[in-house]
């Protein structure tokens, strides 16, 4: 692990935690998209760190980005995330504006589903990489009682130019089970072989109803050494 990004990453930690000022949960939690959806009106942004720990020169990277969703009207919001990579080569700058339709939620039996969409565009270096697409559609159903877990199934599918070999079309799963009011131990799964396919386990505090700090260390479902840490700190206004 390199100095430069221990200490990045501290300081990243650092400042994020000494803000403590005040996002109502986010609507992904690491990778896999939950059934949630921004209320009308709402702004959320998130600040997003994601490190492969590694020189350079063995694959080593660090993506840093900002994320953006807005609520509207017919439980529908609408995003825009962007992405910069540090590596041993020249990486594309990517946008990924986004949708999420909440269209079933039941709250007193805890069931909801909603269905959305991801599109990648490379805004830099696009004579090398095409825009790709994720389409998804998830159901959550969350468990009456103090400290239950609310679990997440659903499916997705790509569309777009991919690499041989990659999976197309898969199972998104995911559980959160709170410890105490604010904090919460997570894991979601992406299945295949793809930019979406790890599973990863971590950790959500939520400081208030407006604002949270989600960690977690992504693990591949294919490849050595296909893994990373990634940090988001998200606010809600």
Partial sequence: MKRETIVQ??????????????????????IAPTSDVQT???????????????SYKDGGYQTYGPRVVVGL???????????YTRSGGPEPVTLQPNFKWQFFENE????????????TIPLTRRHETKAT??????GSKAFSGNYAPRLTFGGYGLVGP?????????????????VTRKVSFITDWFSGNNDF?????????????????YTGYSIGNEGRGNNFLSVYYGRTF
């Fill in 73 to 83: 009207p017919k439980n529908t919001e609408i995003g825009v995330n962007v992405f």
């Fill in 133 to 138: 697409g994720l389409f998804y559609v998830v």
């Fill in 162 to 178: 991919f690499a041989e070999g990659t999976t197309r079309k898969g199972v998104i799963a995911a559980i959160e089970q709170p």
């Fill in 9 to 30: 990453l501290i300081l990243l930690v650092a400042g994020l935690l000494s803000t403590l000022s005040p996002a109502a949960a986010q609507s992904t939690l690491f």
């Fill in 40 to 54: 009308k009106k709402s702004v959320y942004v998130e600040a997003d760190f994601i490190t492969h720990f590694a």
């Fill in 108 to 119: 007193r039996l805890g069931v909801a589903a909603a269905a959305g969409f991801l599109i």
């Fill in 197 to 213: 396919g790890y599973v990863t386990p971590g950790v959500g505090i939520n400081f208030s109803t407006k604002s949270s700090l």
